[in-house]
């Protein structure tokens, strides 16, 4: 893999990795008739996670790339799971509601990391801490208050099953460091196509859609394992701090490709979510300057 050591170089290549993710949003939007095909966008796009992913692993590793699986443990299944609950709860939420409301969900998640690794790995939570997730609670809440339909609702509640799902893969990373990440990534691929394939035969679903959407179930797919790889190369050598703040790339990127007219989607966030996203942003940014002065580096490798 390219080792970068100068921060200077890296910060842009994290940045292009959030910028590779925040289209995710805009290419859902252009599947024809989204909510009908659930279960069809997760079979393609685990089954394209999965191979890039190994392909990826096999250029970098050779042929040991294999033994990977053997060292992923009980906490890479468990993170593995979680990201697919996290990926598949991703698409019922911004299929129910605004790309703002599931990406701002999605924004959330570090902190929700914190009380998961409160809970099950016994690691304290300073009271700056807490006011963080305060304040990002307060902004959830106020999105919620306001965006009361039916649909709307469902799309908020799976947007924050989604960054449970991410925030469970993050905690089982700092349960066992040395489980293989990129390796977690590809068994939650394989979880969704395993899955998604299951539901499309209990349901008697047909597993092709059209040929457009496939092409976009693909694309999204893609873009996340391109993501992952450039985020794998920059991110060993950025403090944690500054990752956080790196990581609002994906949230107001996606917020932005589905509201610029001139991208044909127009998607305008409600008041509520304005105020509710800047109470999250908020949050994100107290919480970053607090831990300034933790210098840990975070790799995905």
């Given at each position: 893999m390219l080792d970068i050591k100068d921060a200077k170089v890296a910060i842009p290549v994290v940045l292009i990795a959030g910028l590779f993710w925040s289209f995710g949003p805009y290419v859902v939007r252009h599947i024809d008739?989204?909510?009908?095909?659930?279960?069809?966008?997760?079979?393609?796009?685990?089954?394209?996670?999965f191979l890039i992913l190994n392909l990826f692993l096999y250029l970098e590793e050779g042929k040991d790339f294999f033994y990977n699986y053997k060292?992923?443990?009980?906490?890479?299944?468990?993170g593995g799971v979680g990201l697919g609950i996290a990926m598949i709860s991703f698409i019922y939420s911004i299929t129910n509601t605004s790309a703002a409301v599931t990406l701002l969900?999605?924004?959330a998640m570090p902190f929700?990391?914190?009380?998961?690794?409160?809970?099950?790995?016994?690691?304290?939570i300073s009271i700056?801490?807490?006011?963080?997730?305060?304040?990002?609670?307060?902004?959830?809440?106020?999105?919620?208050?306001?965006n009361t339909g039916q649909n709307?609702?469902?799309?908020?509640?799976?947007?924050?099953?989604?960054?449970?799902?991410?925030?469970?893969?993050s905690t089982t990373l700092r349960w066992k460091k040395e489980t293989p990440k990129f390796t977690t990534v590809a068994i939650a691929g394989l979880f969704c196509c395993f899955f998604s394939g299951a539901m499309i035969i209990f349901n008697d679903l047909n597993f092709l859609s059209t040929g457009k959407n496939h092409a976009l179930f693909a694309t999204h797919g893609t873009l996340v394992c391109l993501g992952l790889i450039l985020y794998s190369i920059g991110s060993k050598h950025i403090?944690?701090?500054?990752?956080?703040?790196?990581?609002?790339?994906?949230?107001?990127?996606?917020?932005?490709?589905?509201?610029?007219?001139?991208?044909?989607?127009?998607?305008?966030?409600?008041?509520?979510?304005?105020?509710?996203?800047?109470?999250?942003?908020?949050?994100?940014?107290?919480?970053?300057?607090?831990?300034?002065?933790?210098?840990?580096?975070?790799?995905?490798?």
């Open positions: 008739e989204a909510q009908q095909v659930p279960w069809q966008y997760l079979f393609t796009r685990g089954i394209v996670i060292k992923v443990g009980i906490s890479g299944l468990i969900c999605l924004a929700i990391t914190a009380l998961l690794g409160f809970m099950f790995l016994k690691e304290e700056n801490v807490w006011v963080a997730i305060s304040i990002a609670a307060v902004g959830i809440l106020i999105m919620a208050i306001d709307t609702v469902v799309g908020l509640i799976f947007g924050l099953l989604s960054s449970i799902g991410f925030a469970v893969f403090p944690a701090a500054e990752l956080t703040l790196l990581s609002l790339t994906e949230v107001i990127g996606g917020i932005f490709w589905v509201w610029v007219p001139l991208l044909g989607i127009n998607e305008i966030p409600s008041q509520s979510t304005i105020i509710g996203g800047f109470f999250i942003f908020l949050s994100i940014i107290y919480y970053s300057l607090i831990i300034r002065t933790n210098r840990r580096f975070i790799g995905l490798n």
